[in-house]
């Protein structure tokens, strides 16, 4: 079970160096073994990184990912879009947007196409901030996958660029 932060409760598996992918035995069918294995992995780097952004900056993993997409959007974008953008609900994105606007982060801007809107963008020291951070992420994601090479990677990254557009999976629910 995971709590607001999307932190996974059950230590005591994780401390044995277990993952979501132990649970598979060999009468598993091939579509759940690949999807626990990616999940597995996923988690494992989501988790470290959480853990370093609280770590190294004092902030959590949604608050890097909501300043992350302002950054690819400097004119702001929508709360919902974010929430959108971020898969989480307009709550979620509309707390964290509160508290980063308290810190000066963020603000909330007349949206430009629709007057009666709002969007939020990155402040000066938001970007700073940001700019910051997403620098030294990037240096820790290299780090984690140091050991892949190259070449794996950009099979992997083939690989799973083909498994997505073949998903079959209702966007409209």
Not at 60 to 88: C, I, N, W
Not at 125 to 135: D, H, Q, S, V
């Amino acid at each position: 079970m995971k709590d607001a932060e999307g932190q996974d409760g059950d230590n005591e598996r994780r401390e044995a160096g277990l993952d979501l992918a132990s649970r598979l035995t060999p009468d598993h069918h091939q579509s759940l073994k690949l999807w626990l294995r990616m999940l597995s992995c996923t988690v494992r780097i989501e988790n470290e990184i959480r853990t370093r952004l609280r770590a190294a900056f004092g902030v959590t993993l949604p608050r890097f990912d909501l300043m992350a997409q302002l950054e690819r959007h400097p004119d702001g974008l929508r709360m919902g879009e974010l929430s959108k953008r971020m898969m989480v609900t307009g709550g979620n994105v509309t707390g964290i947007t509160d508290q980063l606007e308290r810190e000066k982060l963020v603000q909330r801007v007349p949206d430009p196409s629709d007057r009666r809107a709002w969007a939020v963008r990155l402040t000066p020291a938001g970007r700073a901030a940001f700019a910051e951070m997403a620098a030294v992420h990037e240096r820790w994601i290299d780090e984690m996958l140091a050991d892949i090479p190259d070449e794996d990677k950009a099979a992997l990254i083939g690989l799973l660029t083909s498994m997505k557009g073949r998903l079959r999976i209702d966007e409209g629910r």
